[in-house]
């Protein structure tokens, strides 16, 4: 069978680590990627094989630089099947009418609208609601961190109500332009955050609450929840829940804070250190006065990898069974 071709446009901190996700597995393949410059990252992906195409404007610069331009977005548009748009936020949506026109799937990432896609993808709560869809957005890195540990609540105990409090890093370690600030900063002030209702665009029935704060970290996300849910259970019972979750990696062993997560991410080896598991602290798993309460950190690089992995198979009808999906992308990354 032959493999589905990815495109990616936006090659930044999501495009180019769903670049490599993709190439290691067996059904697909990439067949290009779109930089809007020849920086340093676009000399990677030359350099790893990636076919590089451009803006039309920016043809002549890329050449100049030493990197072959491939061809134009769209030359790179017309030769997938599939294009996965990492481009920043609120770009992505000016792009749609390019995909409609060469009638290619598309998907998006979280800092787009819900309503841009119409299907809000996670890979363990909705993975068949984007069987055979052409548009779907995978949500945020922390929308995806709370949808892989509310749903399992859910399907177990039943959720009841959720709040969270999400103390956002500032910036990507990368990104100079933007951070580290020196300060926290209540964002958005205004109440509540769209990580509550972007849970509830993957799972509508969800009642839930968030608000979030940035902070001078580059690192990771970190999470306290407090879960209301409908039946009974222990700390315990949730700590085992939690372990059965590919996707869920419960963290202990001295591991104190973000920086030591993103220090075992390097001492496993993985790719640029990434943690693609929510990590839980099993000691902070307690139940008081009947509500569950826990801490989690995300890594905001890299959660999302793996789901867009999921989303270009559901949409491509590659695989019907959600959880055979996952496993198949985990053995291929290595998670
Ligand atoms: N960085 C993060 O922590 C996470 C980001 N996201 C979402 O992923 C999307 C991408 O974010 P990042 O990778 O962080 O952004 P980024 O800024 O690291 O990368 C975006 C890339 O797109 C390129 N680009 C800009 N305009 C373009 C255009 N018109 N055509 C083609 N390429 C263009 C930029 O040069 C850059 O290489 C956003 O929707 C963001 O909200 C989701 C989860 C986590
Ligand atoms: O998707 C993310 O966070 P979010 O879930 O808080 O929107 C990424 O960390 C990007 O967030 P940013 O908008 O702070 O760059």
């Known amino acids: 069978m032959s493999k589905v071709k990815v495109a990616i446009n936006g090659y930044g901190t999501i495009g180019k680590r769903v670049a490599d996700a993709v190439t290691v597995q067996d059904d697909m393949e990439i067949i290009g990627i779109a930089k809007t410059r020849p920086n340093y990252e676009a000399f990677v992906a030359h350099d790893k094989g990636y076919d590089v195409y451009t803006l039309a404007d920016k043809v002549d610069a890329m050449n100049k630089a030493g990197i072959p331009a491939a061809g134009t977005v769209d030359d790179m548009i017309a030769k997938a099947d599939v294009v996965v748009d990492c481009t920043p936020g609120g770009i ?6 390019l995909y409609e026109k060469a009638g290619v799937k598309a998907i998006w990432q979280g800092g787009e609208d ?8 996670n890979a363990e709560a909705n993975y068949t609601e984007a069987l055979g869809k052409d548009f779907v957005r995978v949500v945020s890195c922390n929308t995806t961190g709370l949808c892989r540990v509310i749903y399992p609540l859910d399907q177990e105990y039943g959720v009841k109500k959720v709040r969270v409090t999400l103390m956002r890093r500032s910036a990507d370690p990368n990104d100079v332009k933007n951070g580290p600030i020196n300060a926290i900063v209540p964002n958005p002030i205004k109440l509540p955050s769209h990580h509550g209702p972007d849970v509830k665009s993957v799972l509508p029935h969800i009642n839930i609450a968030s608000t979030a704060v940035k902070l001078p970290t580059t690192l990771m996300h970190l999470h306290t929840l407090n879960i209301e ?6 700390a315990d019972d949730v700590k085992a829940l939690f372990a059965k979750q ?3 990696r419960m963290i202990g062993q001295g591991i104190g804070s973000t920086a ?3 220090e075992l991410g390097k001492d496993l080896g993985r790719p640029r250190g990434d943690m693609w598991e929510n990590c839980v602290w099993e000691d902070s798993v307690t139940m008081y006065e009947g509500e569950l309460y ?9 959660d999302v990898i793996p789901e867009n992995v999921d989303a270009i198979r559901a949409m ?3 695989e019907t069974d959600g959880a055979k999906s996952i496993a198949k992308t985990n053995k291929a990354m290595g998670l």
């Open 92 to 97: 992505g949506e000016k792009n749609k009418a």
């Open 114 to 121: 819900h309503e841009l896609a119409g299907c809000s993808f």
């Open 229 to 234: 849910m409908e039946k009974e259970c222990t």
């Open 246 to 248: 590919s996707r869920v």
């Open 260 to 262: 030591e997560i993103m």
């Open 294 to 302: 826990f801490f989690q950190a995300i890594h905001q690089e890299s």
């Open 316 to 318: 491509m009808e590659l």
